[in-house]
């Protein structure tokens, strides 16, 4: 009864190949986002995604597609990897009333990516 | 734009010390404020929240935080620590209109038995 989970939990992989990380949450939510924890654990968000709909697109490189099949889930797409690139990809979710968070974001365990 | 900052960076503490950790942001409107805890290898988890209302939040395993907001902070506390409380403390904001989490850069709290 996870309420958001991520797969894989680790990944390794070479650069220059493309990945993709997949969260899904049980919730209800309305609105998903990823985080990217560098390795000095400084949390940055990257995208957030309401009723499938984009709405937080970070300065992150065009590289890093995120992709919201429905509002439960929420999955992570990057291509030719560089060793910038690792780090703890978070996903979290939450329900967003108006114009701001009244609810609190729930988060999944992390990817660990490793680009070799 | 919105900042939070931590700026106490590794704190270590005896087991039943008093803990208090920083948090300043720097946002002009109205803020939601959070707390949360990474233990280590494990995924964030919220301590507390604050709103609006009461400024003395309490929130789980007998952690506290104070907003005062004509210094822009929200400091948690703790009364006596536990060797368990070792781990990776967040602060977080977000304002009317931002739905993302801005978070300050963690405070790495070490519990010594």
């Known amino acids: 009864d996870t309420a958001v989970s991520q797969t894989p939990k680790y990944l390794v992989t070479q650069m220059g190949n493309d990945k993709s990380i997949k969260c899904e949450q049980n919730?209800?939510?309305?609105?998903m986002y990823w985080y990217k924890q560098d390795s000095k654990k400084f949390l940055k968000i990257m995208f957030s995604y309401n009723n499938k709909e984009l709405i937080i697109n970070e300065t992150v490189p065009n590289r890093f597609s995120p992709k919201s099949p429905d509002k439960a889930h929420l999955n992570l797409h990057i291509n030719s990897l560089e060793l910038g690139d690792s780090a703890v990809y978070f996903c979290?979710?939450?329900?967003?009333?108006?114009?701001?968070?009244?609810?609190?974001?729930?988060f999944g365990p992390g990817t660990r990516l490793t680009v070799l | 734009a919105q900042s939070v900052s931590q700026h106490n960076h590794h704190v270590i503490l005896s087991e039943a010390a008093s803990l208090e950790l920083g948090c300043n942001y720097s946002?002009?409107?109205?803020?939601?404020l959070f707390w949360y805890v990474q233990y280590p290898g494990q995924h964030l988890q919220l301590l507390l929240k604050y709103f609006s209302g009461d400024p003395l939040v309490k929130g789980i395993k007998g952690f506290e935080a104070e907003f005062i907001k004509s210094k822009f902070s929200f400091n948690l506390r703790k009364p006596s620590v536990q060797w368990s409380d070792t781990a990776e403390y967040f602060c977080?904001?977000?304002?009317?209109?931002?739905?993302?989490?801005?978070f300050g850069s963690g405070t790495r709290l070490q519990v010594q038995p």
């Open positions: 979290a979710s939450s329900q967003v009333s108006g114009g701001s968070i009244t609810d609190t974001q729930y």
């Open positions: 919730l209800g939510h309305d609105t």
């Open positions: 977080a904001v977000n304002g009317a209109g931002r739905r993302a989490l801005t």
């Open positions: 946002y002009g409107g109205t803020v939601n």
